[in-house]
Structures are given as structure tokens and as C-alpha cells.
């Protein structure tokens, strides 16, 4: 039995959720002075086995569940905050959906996870009698006795500043002190110490210059109609705005959000990559100000903390964040944008994996209110699924003003490679885009280049036996990266030196082959010294606020050429940018995945949608060894609805999403033949409970097991399976009863098993 989430509980027992790898809740006794202190939603910490661990309380009974001795929960943390009801209730709709225990969704609903945090309290320093000190200091008696000079410094400057409190810290650097001369006026009693709570900052700066509305065309203006209308009727609709690159769809965006603010509710932006934070706060604190915060996973936990206390004191009234925001706890939330919605990495890579489309859906289904998914790459499951009428779909096919769309060439990699054998750039850069961006160069114009992949070289390779070094606990080649001269895993993180002789062979000499982010950087400083270069990838812009320094400096014009992965790739709007060079279009139709075609034509689409979106036209450069592929041919034209109708017969035929929905199920040992007896095992028992359930979904099918693409990772082999079909319900009811009667029949099969729900990739 639950009480409400706002009431105050007199039971006797708890029970509570914890952030860990079980199924299911624990029950605890309350203790009698927090009786009536504990509501559903609040932190407590709690022993458990011979730890303590904190939990989410989620709901409360008067009786016992077991014969057991039960334990007393230790106490509150934070008392102040709580999980909200409604984020309860979509935290244990992820648990059933995802098959993920109730706690992990607990904590990647809660803004500060299952967590302990305090208020952040800061000692400042003040005269403890300064109106004394002033009335002696105007009448000429000034300096009081037994003070050195500096302590005089000191006292100076409170007389000055009207006694304004400060940062004992800064005051020693202020005028000049040592740290010890104004602790010991503490001592004394001269100065007093006031704590104060202060918010943690979040690292984006206020905006510049406020801004106004900007005129809307027809085609904005009807598709803010349509939203608007929704808002308006607390009503729940999924719009999916489908805008070339440069079409105008932020200012959508931001006048919808203006009328949600007016009816004195909140609203949510994702974007897919914390890199665009930078950028799209700045625009929407340019049109409403202070309201705006910012939830990503670099923030500190105190950081946190303290955005949630703004947001419940109503000071913030917009989050913009990567997908965690999906769970910013409003209470009259009445809009969530989904920016690039077609965005793999909305999907979440360990447990629990939800993908935040789905999850916002779920949440504005739940509250009635819309959701706008925008993207001039719509996913094919959200184009499908406006077509059949499940989505509104909007349509922005012009750019503002009727800009025209960059022109883009391919440049057939091959013909190239033919035609320059040698040369500094041989192989990476064309003559044609080297030439290109000198020019861009000459006149002044920023230039983007784009290469998916990160590091020095690709792979190191034996030249006498063709041994390539790969990671002793992945099965996957090792990248080299000169910035700390290591060959590294990009899935553990092993790292080596490259070694003097082939370890296979022993005699022959090892040679680095393939490009990455490194040596294209290390080539164009050799090429155009005098450009001001930046990279940005993961080997760039790992600590917390590297991401919003190297926006500062492509927003204000200090580089010349930005080159990175795809965090680059889509939603910097950069007036100066008229060229973007693609250096290797076919990386990822090379990848062993359904979506790989999907993913490339969206990547180009997107990347080349970074130029001319100021006054000069902008020209895209496309290096590729495939320039027949379709996904690159309708890149090159802009065309989305004529890759949507070509990709969608290919997944028409294979069965595939949108057409069925997919669950990979991943099963890991570190001996490869359990792992591959323990997955036909698990495959058995999901096919009998497919059989006993066909008749509700005739369209079940499982596939596999078979070795996973990258078969082991973090010394852990990997056998997968891959189960469709077209009721989610029923479907989800087959895996339970399977995965239940396969762990009944092996109670210690010394395993672990990952279930994707809505799989994003095939690895």
C-alpha cells in the first residue's frame, strides 16, 4: 500500500530500491523518529549484506514480508530532495520495458542519482564591529593599536567597500596578504565568519545580447500553428519537424517554448551531444534569460544538485541537456524538443538502455503534453511512423530567406590515389580540397573537415608477416595515438607502446597504417602553418569544460579550420563556415549493421548542412572510395525522401525496424564455450516460450545465436541473438517467461546477459 507522494508517512516499513544488478525491492523498518518524515521518492541510506548502499524509497506497508529479521533504514540523505511521482511511475515503466532492475532506472531518473549531497556553504569575512571601526576611522583615530601594517590593509578595505563580506581567498590575493594575517584577525575577533549557501555555477557564461523573435515563413509559421494548437489543449502529440539543414527549426523551437512559459509552464530541449550545449544555451538564454539550465552527464554532482533546487524554487524554467534531461523534474512540464532526434547516441550504451525518444513519449503520453522531434534526417522508424499517421508530420522544405543548399561533389578517392601516388597528402587530401581551403583561407572563411574516426593511425602492422597487434582483451585492432605514443583500445581502455619487432614473428619491423583525427591535424599544420587549427573528438575535449572553451573559440572567429568526429557533424550553426570537406565518406558503411547506410547518408547530410548558412554560399567536398553507394549519391543531392523510400523496401524485405520490433540479447563468458553452450541454452527456452505464445504474434522470430561482431570485449566473449517481432507486450512477455524458465534450468551459469530493447547498432 503507497501513500501519495506529497504526504508524510506514519508506517512502519519501507520498501526500497538500490542502484544494483537485483530484481526487485528490500524491505526496512523505519525508526521511530522518522516516522512521518519519509516520503515515496525520498533517499535513505541502508545497510545492506555488509555494506551500507543509499536506495530510493517506493512504497510503504504496515506488516512484514518475511519471517526474517528486518533492518532499520540508517537515515535520510539529503532531506530535502525526493524523486517526483511521476518520474516513479516512468522508472518503473523503464524497469518492464528496458528488463532492468527498478533501482538502476531510479538512479538515471533522479538528478542526483542515488546519491548523498550537500548545499554548498561558503565562509566568507566581515568586521565584526564596523560601525565602531568607521565612526573612530571619520574622526581621525585611525589605525587601532596593536595592528601590524598588512592587518591595516585589511581593515582598510572593509572600510572602504562598506563592510561587503569576502572570500577570505580573495581578499589575500585582493591586496596583497598572506592567508595567516587574516586568520588571525578572526582569532582576534576583529573579523567575523559568515556561511552562506551559494549555487554552484555551471560554467556557461550569461547571455551576450538579448534577442527578439525572428519573422517566421509560411512554412514556420504553420508549423508552429500545429504546436501551439497541442500546447494550448494540454494535448499529447508527437510532431516530427522535418526541416532541410538551415531551415529555421530552433526558432520553431523557441517561440513554441515562449507560449509554454506564458501558460506558466516548463519545457525540456535535448540535444545529442553535450559539444552543442554550448551553443544552443546561448541562443535560448539570449531569448529568455536566467530561466534556462543546463543538465548533462559532466556536471558535478553538486552541480546537479543545486540545478534541481532551481528548477523546484521556480527560477529555471528550461532545461537544454544530452539525453539524461529527458528526466529534468518539472512538475508543469508542457513541452520536450528533441533536437537531431534521429541521433543514435540518444540511445543509452550500458543498462539501463532507454532511448530518450521513446522515454520523452512516454512521459508526455503520461502528462498530456506534445513532443516536436526535429531533424532534416528524421530516423527511419520516425519518418515511418509519420507516414502511417502515429506522428504529425511538419515540414520545412526551404532554408530561411531561401538560401540555397550547399553544393556538394564527390571526389572518387581511387581516381585520386591514381593520379597522386606520392605527395605530403597522398591519399588523405585531394588536390581539390587542398586547394579549396587555401582559398577558404585567403579570404577569411572558416572551414570544416570531418573524419569519423579519432586517433593517429588506424591499425600497426607487421611488414614482413602482415601481423597486426590487437587488444589482449578485446577483439578489436589497436589505434595509435601519437599525442602519448600508445596503441589503445577504444572499448577497455588497454594501452601499449608500439613494440620494436613484430610480437608474432619476431624479426619484422612495424608499420602504422590508416588515418584518424591526429595525423590529418598533424598534415594540415605542415600544409597551412599559418591556420589557426582546432580538433575536437574525445581525445580533445575530455574534461568538464573543454567542450564550451573550444565553442567560444569557433563562435568568436579565433580558428580557422575546425576538424573532428562527429560531434562536429550536425547542429553548430557558423555563419562563417562556407566549406566542409569530408575526408572519408565510407568509414561506416563498412560496419556490419542494419543501419549502417542510415547512418552515413544522415552523417554527410547533416555535416554538409554546416555550410553557407551565412550571406556567402558554401561548397561540401566529399572524399570517397564508393561514390555509386546510394547513401552517399543522395547525400550529395540533399534527397531524404528518395534514400527514405530505397532504405525502407531493404528493411520491407528483411524484416527489420520499422517494420518489426528488435531485442538483442548479448551473452558473455570469459570462456568461449560457455558463452556460445550458454547462448543456444538461453535460445532454447526463448523458442519454447515463442511457440507457446505464437498465436498472438504469428511474426515472432528468433535468430542465432552467433558470434557478436566485435566477439569479445574486456576479456569477455560475446555469442548474440536477435528476436523480432510486432507486439511489443507480447513479446516482452516471451523474453520474461523464457529468460525466467532458462535461469530456473541454470541457476549459476556463470554468465552475464544484456537485453537490448530497441537496439541502435549490431556490435
Known amino acids: 500500500?503507497?501513500?501519495?507522494?506529497?504526504?508524510?508517512?506514519?508506517?512502519?516499513?519501507?520498501?526500497?530500491?538500490?542502484?544494483?544488478?537485483?530484481?526487485?525491492?528490500?524491505?526496512?523498518?523505519?525508526?521511530?523518529?522518522?516516522?512521518?518524515?519519509?516520503?515515496?521518492?525520498?533517499?535513505?541510506?541502508?545497510?545492506?549484506?555488509?555494506?551500507?548502499?543509499?536506495?530510493?524509497?517506493?512504497?510503504?506497508?504496515?506488516?512484514p514480508n518475511t519471517d526474517k529479521p528486518i533492518k532499520f533504514i540508517a537515515q535520510r540523505v539529503v532531506p530535502d530532495f525526493r524523486v517526483d511521482g511521476d518520474l516513479l511511475d516512468l522508472a518503473r515503466w523503464m524497469a518492464?520495458?528496458?528488463?532492468?532492475?527498478?533501482?538502476?532506472?531510479?538512479?538515471?531518473?533522479?538528478?542526483?542519482?542515488?546519491?548523498?549531497?550537500?548545499?554548498?556553504?561558503?565562509?566568507?569575512?566581515?568586521?565584526?564591529?564596523?560601525?565602531?571601526?568607521?565612526?573612530?576611522?571619520?574622526?581621525?583615530?585611525?589605525?587601532?593599536?596593536?595592528?601590524?601594517?598588512?592587518?591595516?590593509?585589511?581593515?582598510?578595505?572593509?572600510?572602504?567597500?562598506?563592510?561587503a563580506p569576502v572570500l577570505p581567498a580573495a581578499l589575500a590575493e585582493l591586496i596583497g596578504v598572506g592567508d595567516g594575517v587574516i586568520r588571525n584577525l578572526v582569532e582576534k575577533g576583529t573579523l567575523r565568519v559568515i556561511e552562506i549557501e551559494r549555487y554552484r555555477p555551471d560554467f556557461y557564461p550569461a547571455a551576450a545580447e538579448p534577442d527578439r523573435p525572428h519573422p517566421l515563413n509560411p512554412a514556420q509559421a504553420a508549423a508552429l500553428e500545429q504546436i501551439l494548437g497541442a500546447i494550448a489543449a494540454n494535448q499529447f502529440r508527437a510532431f516530427l519537424l522535418h526541416g532541410v539543414t538551415g531551415s529555421g527549426k530552433t526558432e520553431v523551437y523557441l517561440q513554441a517554448i515562449a507560449r509554454v512559459m506564458e501558460m506558466g509552464r516548463q519545457a525540456i530541449v535535448l540535444v545529442p551531444e553535450i559539444a552543442l550545449t554550448p551553443q544552443t544555451v546561448e541562443r535560448f538564454r539570449r531569448r529568455f534569460g536566467g530561466a534556462v539550465?543546463?543538465?548533462?552527464?559532466?556536471?558535478?554532482?553538486?552541480?546537479?544538485?543545486?540545478?534541481?533546487?532551481?528548477?523546484?524554487?521556480?527560477?529555471?524554467?528550461?532545461?537544454?541537456?544530452?539525453?539524461?534531461?529527458?528526466?529534468?523534474?518539472?512538475?508543469?512540464?508542457?513541452?520536450?524538443?528533441?533536437?537531431?532526434e534521429h541521433e543514435t547516441s540518444y540511445k543509452q550504451g550500458e543498462s539501463p538502455r532507454y532511448h530518450a525518444r521513446d522515454v520523452a513519449l512516454m512521459r508526455a503520453r503520461a502528462r498530456g503534453f506534445p513532443v516536436v522531434l526535429g531533424s532534416?534526417?528524421?530516423?527511419?522508424?520516425?519518418?515511418?511512423?509519420?507516414?502511417?499517421?502515429?506522428?504529425?508530420?511538419?515540414?520545412?522544405?526551404?532554408?530561411?530567406?531561401?538560401?540555397?543548399?550547399?553544393?556538394?561533389?564527390?571526389?572518387?578517392?581511387?581516381?585520386?590515389?591514381?593520379?597522386t601516388p606520392g605527395g605530403p597528402a597522398a591519399g588523405?587530401?585531394?588536390?581539390?580540397?587542398?586547394?579549396?581551403?587555401?582559398?577558404?583561407?585567403?579570404a577569411k572563411e572558416q572551414v570544416i573537415l570531418f573524419l569519423n574516426r579519432r586517433g593517429f593511425s588506424q591499425y600497426a602492422v607487421c611488414l614482413q608477416c602482415r601481423h597486426m597487434i590487437h587488444c589482449v582483451h578485446c577483439d578489436v585492432l589497436?589505434?595509435?595515438?601519437?599525442?602519448?605514443?600508445?596503441?589503445?583500445?577504444?572499448?577497455?581502455?588497454?594501452?601499449?607502446?608500439?613494440?620494436?619487432?613484430?610480437?608474432?614473428?619476431?624479426?619484422?619491423e612495424m608499420s602504422l597504417v590508416g588515418i584518424g583525427t591526429e595525423k590529418v591535424e598533424e598534415m594540415l599544420g605542415r600544409l597551412y602553418p599559418e591556420a589557426r587549427l582546432l580538433r575536437v573528438d574525445l581525445d580533445t575535449i575530455g574534461t568538464r569544460t573543454a567542450f564550451i572553451d573550444a565553442w567560444q573559440q569557433i563562435s568568436t572567429g579565433q580558428v580557422d579550420i575546425i576538424l573532428g568526429t562527429q560531434m562536429i557533424a550536425k547542429g553548430f550553426h557558423l555563419e562563417r563556415v562556407t566549406l566542409v570537406g569530408v575526408i572519408a565518406a565510407d568509414i561506416?558503411?563498412?560496419?556490419?549493421?542494419?543501419?549502417?547506410?542510415?547512418?552515413?547518408?544522415?552523417?554527410?547530410?547533416?555535416?554538409?548542412?554546416r555550410a553557407g548558412r551565412g550571406e556567402r554560399p558554401g561548397e561540401v567536398l566529399v572524399q570517397t572510395y564508393m561514390p555509386q553507394h546510394y547513401a552517399v549519391r543522395l547525400a550529395q543531392s540533399?534527397?531524404?525522401?528518395?534514400?527514405?523510400?530505397?532504405?525502407?523496401?531493404?528493411?520491407?524485405?528483411?524484416?527489420?525496424?520499422?517494420?518489426?520490433?528488435?531485442?538483442?540479447?548479448?551473452?558473455?563468458?570469459?570462456?568461449?564455450?560457455?558463452?556460445?553452450?550458454?547462448?543456444?541454452?538461453?535460445?532454447?527456452?526463448?523458442r519454447r516460450a515463442i511457440r507457446a505464445h505464437a498465436d498472438r504474434d504469428p511474426a515472432m522470430r528468433l535468430l542465432g545465436p552467433a558470434p557478436s561482431p566485435i566477439a569479445k570485449i574486456k576479456d569477455q566473449f560475446r555469442w548474440r541473438l536477435f528476436f523480432r517481432g510486432h507486439t511489443p507486450s507480447v513479446m516482452r512477455r516471451v523474453l520474461a517467461e523464457g529468460i525466467a524458465s532458462y535461469e530456473k534450468a541454470y541457476p549459476k551459469p556463470r554468465l552475464q546477459l544484456v537485453v537490448d530493447v530497441d537496439p541502435q547498432d549490431m556490435l
Not at 550537500?118 to 573612530?136: G, Q, W
Not at 520545412?396 to 578517392?413: F, G, K
Open 1 to 63: 500500500m503507497a501513500v501519495s507522494d506529497t504526504q508524510s508517512c506514519s508506517w512502519e516499513f519501507a520498501d526500497v530500491a538500490l542502484d544494483l544488478p537485483l530484481e526487485g525491492t528490500f524491505q526496512y523498518r523505519i525508526p521511530e523518529p522518522l516516522r512521518g518524515q519519509i516520503p515515496r521518492g525520498a533517499l535513505v541510506r541502508v545497510p545492506f549484506r555488509n555494506l551500507t548502499e543509499i536506495g530510493c524509497v517506493v512504497g510503504f506497508g504496515d506488516k
Open 376 to 419: 532534416a534526417t528524421p530516423s527511419l522508424e520516425s519518418y515511418y511512423n509519420a507516414r502511417q499517421g502515429k506522428f504529425v508530420l511538419l515540414e520545412l522544405p526551404e532554408r530561411i530567406d531561401s538560401a540555397p543548399l550547399p553544393e556538394v561533389t564527390l571526389i572518387d578517392m581511387a581516381d585520386e590515389v591514381r593520379a
Open 588 to 609: 561506416g558503411l563498412v560496419i556490419p549493421d542494419f543501419r549502417s547506410a542510415e547512418r552515413t547518408f544522415s552523417l554527410l547530410t547533416q555535416v554538409a548542412g
Open 428 to 442: 588523405i587530401l585531394s588536390r581539390n580540397l587542398q586547394q579549396a581551403i587555401r582559398e577558404r583561407l585567403t
Open 638 to 686: 540533399h534527397d531524404y525522401k528518395a534514400f527514405y523510400s530505397k532504405e525502407i523496401e531493404y528493411r520491407r524485405i528483411l524484416a527489420f525496424p520499422p517494420f518489426t520490433r528488435a531485442v538483442a540479447l548479448i551473452v558473455s563468458a570469459k570462456e568461449e564455450q560457455r558463452a556460445k553452450e550458454q547462448a543456444g541454452n538461453l535460445g532454447a527456452h526463448i
Open 293 to 340: 539550465g543546463v543538465y548533462h552527464s559532466r556536471l558535478s554532482l553538486g552541480q546537479k544538485y543545486d540545478l534541481w533546487r532551481r528548477i523546484k524554487s521556480g527560477e529555471v524554467k528550461i532545461v537544454i541537456g544530452a539525453r539524461s534531461a529527458v528526466f529534468t523534474p518539472f512538475d508543469q512540464c508542457g513541452l520536450i524538443v528533441i533536437d537531431e
Open 96 to 163: 518492464e520495458y528496458y528488463f532492468c532492475p527498478l533501482g538502476q532506472t531510479l538512479a538515471c531518473v533522479s538528478a542526483i542519482g542515488l546519491c548523498d549531497v550537500s548545499k554548498r556553504r561558503e565562509r566568507l569575512v566581515a568586521l565584526t564591529d564596523f560601525a565602531a571601526h568607521y565612526a573612530r576611522w571619520k574622526r581621525g583615530e585611525w589605525p587601532p593599536p596593536k595592528t601590524t601594517p598588512q592587518q591595516q590593509l585589511v581593515l582598510a578595505h572593509f572600510l572602504e567597500t562598506e563592510n
Open 478 to 508: 589497436l589505434t595509435y595515438h601519437k599525442w602519448n605514443e600508445r596503441l589503445c583500445c577504444h572499448y577497455c581502455g588497454a594501452e601499449q607502446k608500439i613494440p620494436p619487432h613484430c610480437p608474432k614473428c619476431g624479426e619484422g
